[in-house]
């Protein structure tokens, strides 16, 4: 409840930021992602990853905007193996839960105008990343029967990153259009470390 409450605070803010210059052209964008994948010798393990996010742009100039985004990918690994613990206790199963979200500022640039069929842009700017990250692991009584979980305490981190992503768009109407992106978010300065956070998304941008 809190996060979403963030999140339309947020937008809020920013539409009304944004609204001082309405000659300028904005476009608003909104995208999910779902990725999921089974693994382990009877495919009974699983990496289940959502991303939805939005963003706002401002052009300033025909092709130049400055955006201003929102994302937000949670990740939940299963496992199912057993594991003996001793004599009396066997680990059954656990679960790893990151949700990762972050707040955006940089530069979209486009290479098509909007009337364009087919509409590629790039963005590329300073991000604000939280991440969390918790277990839960469930154990099972061998003498008794009894099945329990246990949890750790979440860990929190906050970083300053960088963000950048490739974006296509195929006009629909004359104002709607349907985008799919590839962005990457990685702590910044430490540019080795853009491909280990890739993310694909496909959805909706609206020009006013």
Known sequence: MKKMKR?????????????????????????????????????????????????????????????????????????????????????????????????GLGIRQAFASRKARFRPSISLGYARQFIKDSTTATFRNNTTGNIFDVSDTPSKLRDDSVFGSFNLELKLTRTISLRGSVKTIFKAFEFDRAQDNVRYTIGFSWFL
């Open 7 to 103: 999140i339309k605070i947020f937008f809020t803010l920013l539409i009304l930021l944004l609204s001082n210059g309405a000659h300028a052209l904005i476009e608003l964008n909104g995208e999910y992602g779902l990725s999921t994948q089974k693994y382990g010798a009877d495919r009974s393990d699983e990496i289940k990853a959502t991303t939805f996010g939005g963003s706002i742009a401002l052009y300033l100039f025909n092709l130049t905007a400055i955006e201003l985004n929102y994302s937000q990918t949670e990740t939940i690994t299963s496992e199912s193996n057993t594991i003996a613990i001793d004599s009396t206790y066997d680990l059954i199963a656990q679960e790893n839960n990151v949700l990762v979200y972050s707040y």
